[in-house]
């Protein structure tokens, strides 16, 4: 039977919310075809999320994406979170690791490797910790958290399978 996961985990990844606004549609016009997108939206009323995950869908069936959904499913997608089948697992520690790999999750995505605005004041983990942790899982490890095309150049060596942001797509 043929996995319902792509063959390849994205290099580079989207990570939306509301802060992003209309940039939105720039940040998804600026990834490579083949990036990942994962649409959050959490605070988004629930027929509006519907209704921007499917413009965000057509986006991203006609520019090769990979998408993923945080939270309630929608639309028989991937699944980002920390549910059972889910395709991305968030990890900010230890404990998280071992549950991604219980949960057999495809990938985790591991923050805040470097400080970040989504989460002003958090410690950041630094980027050897972060991939020490995201190993624990047993799959690749998406480094997010402060990540810039500048930054994920100095951290690839560590293992990392790819990084993740939201502001580095808009500025």
Excluded: C, N
């Excluded at 290099?11 to 939306?16: A, D, E, F, G, K």
């Excluded at 990036?35 to 965000?56: D, I, K």
């Excluded at 219980?102 to 980027?127: I, Q």
């Excluded at 500048?150 to 580095?168: E, K, S, T, Y």
């Amino acid at each position: 039977m043929p996995s319902r996961y792509p063959a390849e985990i994205p290099p580079r990844w989207l990570m939306t919310d509301e802060r992003l606004g209309d940039g939105l549609w720039r940040a998804l016009r600026r990834l490579p075809p083949g990036s990942g997108v994962v649409f959050r939206h959490y605070a988004t009323p629930l027929e509006e999320r519907r209704t921007l995950f499917e413009r965000v869908q057509r986006v991203a069936r006609a520019r090769r994406l990979v998408l993923v959904a945080a939270g309630s499913a929608l639309g028989g997608t991937l699944r980002h979170g920390r549910v059972a089948g889910a395709y991305s697992w968030p990890v900010h520690d230890r404990a998280e690791a071992l549950a991604a790999r219980r949960a057999r999750a495809k990938m985790v995505m591991v923050s805040p490797v470097f400080p970040t605005r989504s989460h002003p004041g958090a410690p950041a983990l630094g980027a050897a910790r972060a991939a020490r942790i995201g190993r624990l899982a047993g799959v690749p490890v998406v480094a997010l958290g402060g990540m810039t095309e500048r930054r994920w150049r100095r951290v690839a060596g560590l293992g990392f399978a790819g990084w993740a942001a939201i502001d580095a797509w808009v500025e």
